[in-house]
Nanobody, 114 residues
Framework: VQLVESGGGLVQPGESLRLSCAAS????????MSWYRQAPGKERELVAS????????NYADSVKGRFTISRDNAKNTVYLQMNSLKPEDTAVYYC????????WGQGTQVTVSS
């Protein structure tokens, strides 16, 4: 099982990034996929999730209206489009797959700074 995140980087406030998470080794389409983040000195928090069969989405209040989660089951990939980024969005972003078991990616750093 692998979850490989990509797309992180250093951006200025107000800019955008698109994170990707490529999955392998399990039936991707059957899993709820989520993005979490962890800032220095803080607990890991749920950013957004998307269900499996009939995709519905859920967002943390802090990112509603700015972030969009989506999935492509044909490509076994989940995305996180992040717009209007703020310094408080700075964190390591982790991909998560959940059904009866939970899988985590290794994380990708997002830094928002002027």
């Amino acid at each position: 099982v692998q979850l490989v995140e990509s797309g992180g980087g250093l951006v200025q406030p107000g800019e955008s990034l698109r994170l990707s998470c490529a999955a392998s080794g399990f039936t991707f389409s059957s899993y709820v996929m989520s993005w979490y983040r962890q800032a220095p000195g803080k607990e890991r928090e749920l950013v957004a999730s998307i269900s499996s069969v009939v995709p519905s989405t859920n967002y943390a209040d802090s990112v509603k209206g700015r972030f969009t989660i989506s999935r492509d089951n044909a490509k076994n990939t989940v995305y996180l489009q992040m717009n209007s980024l703020k310094p408080e969005d700075t964190a390591v972003y982790y991909c998560n797959a959940r059904r009866w078991v939970v899988f985590w990616g290794q994380g990708t750093q997002v830094t928002v700074s002027s």
